[in-house]
């Protein structure tokens, strides 16, 4: 029999092209996702790459009881892939209290029930905002975590410390902390990929409907910073690579490899490029020329953060593999496709 992975958030960006990995890999995948930024379309999109319609319930993980529901309905799930949360920084800021409660109840809630059920771990959506800018590049999985700069990134913290003291309590589970640098791109099939609401926030989601026509003009965020070209410095990472990370992830839990019963992993290529590179690079890959023009730097942004995977490439044996520029033809392909929709 296959093992039965539960994946929260599976219609999202990073958690549909997991669950597609998952399935790959032959494990079978339950999704419980809220819809609140992703649509049921999504489900048969999963099931277009992969050939396997995944089970799918439409729920909040705040939902106590009616997660208890589907772990009663979908027996033997073996282990969690938690991806259901509120993500936009600024929009943290407004409303902190949203934050809290769904990112921080949710995860709760999850591991109230685990042991219930007999799940044997969870692995856990982390980030690299967890280390603010810090001291040392590429930065270690021991570097300092630092004080958050968003009520987002302060939830992301909080996690990873309710994780380890539940875990640390006696709890019967093991975790996987993965933190990821900046995922970007879309399935090489066109099916699955990122679809903001409304004006994008992130850099790789405002390039692609900037070249499209969507939007007029790409704001480069500040060139005043202290790198080789004067604008920020982050490590760009394929979101189908991203994805295998956590079919590892899951593997080393179910196999009991781990060597600790929290472990943490930064999940990044181990190179950064900075905004105006990244520019270049879609053109180069696209051939399409941008627009763009630079702007005052925006509140809150690390000036650079690039990962030393060595730890994921050593224990995990999971490494990046996508050239940047096949990753941002993804990303474009996906715009394209989006467009024949007539979706944006
Ligand atoms: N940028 C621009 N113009 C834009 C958008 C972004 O110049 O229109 C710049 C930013 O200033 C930054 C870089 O592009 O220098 C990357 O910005 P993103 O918003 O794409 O990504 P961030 O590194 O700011 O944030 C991402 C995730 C967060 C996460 C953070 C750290 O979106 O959820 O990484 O892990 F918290």
Redesign the pocket.
């Known amino acids: 029999m296959k093992d039965r992975i539960l994946v929260t958030g599976g219609t999202g960006y990073i958690g549909s092209h997991t669950v597609v990995e998952l399935q790959q890999a032959g494990y079978e995948v339950v999704i419980v996702d809220n819809l609140s930024n992703s649509s049921a379309d999504v489900v048969d999109n999963i099931e277009a790459v992969s050939g396997i319609r995944p089970a799918f319930e439409k729920l909040d993980c705040l939902d106590f009881a009616g997660l208890d529901g589907v772990f009663a309905k979908y027996p033997g799930i073996k282990a969690i892939i938690h991806f259901a949360a509120s993500?936009a920084?600024g929009e943290s800021v407004q409303k902190p209290l949203l934050y809290y409660r769904n990112n921080i109840v949710s995860l709760i809630n999850l591991l109230e029930l685990m042991p219930k059920y007999h799940v044997q771990g969870i692995v856990f959506s982390s980030?690299?905002?967890v280390y603010g800018q810090p001291d040392k590049l590429p930065v270690t999985e021991e570097a300092p975590i630092k004080k958050a700069e968003s009520p987002?990134?302060n939830t992301k913290q909080i996690n990873e410390e309710i994780i380890r003291d539940t875990v640390a309590s006696g709890a019967p589970i093991s975790a996987i902390l993965l933190r990821?640098?900046?995922p970007i791109g879309a399935h090489p099939s066109a099916l699955l990929g990122e679809l903001p609401n409304g004006v994008?926030?992130?850099?790789?989601p405002?390039i692609v409907q900037t070249a499209i026509g969507i939007r007029e003009k790409?704001?480069?965020?500040?060139n005043d910073y202290h790198t080789p070209d004067g604008?920020?410095i982050?490590d760009y990472i394929n979101v189908v690579d991203l994805a295998k990370a956590h079919v590892v992830a899951i593997s080393r839990i179910l196999e009991q490899k781990q060597k600790e019963k929290v472990e943490v992993f930064n999940i990044g290529t181990g190179h950064g490029l900075s905004?105006l590179q990244l520019v270049h690079a879609f053109e180069k890959a696209t051939g399409v020329k941008l627009n763009y023009q630079m702007a005052p730097r925006?509140a809150g942004?690390?000036e650079q953060v690039w990962a030393d995977p060595t730890l994921a490439n050593q224990k995990l044996g999971w490494k990046a593999e996508t050239s940047i520029e096949d990753t941002l033809l993804s990303a474009w392909k996906w715009q394209l496709r989006l467009r024949e929709k007539g979706i944006q």
């Not at 994008?200 to 790789?204: A, F, I, K, R, T």
């Not at 790409?218 to 500040?222: E, M, P, Q, T």
């Open positions: 993500k920084v980030s690299c905002t987002y990134g990821y640098f900046n994008p926030q992130n850099l790789v405002y790409l704001s480069i965020f500040g604008t920020c982050r905004v925006r942004d690390i």
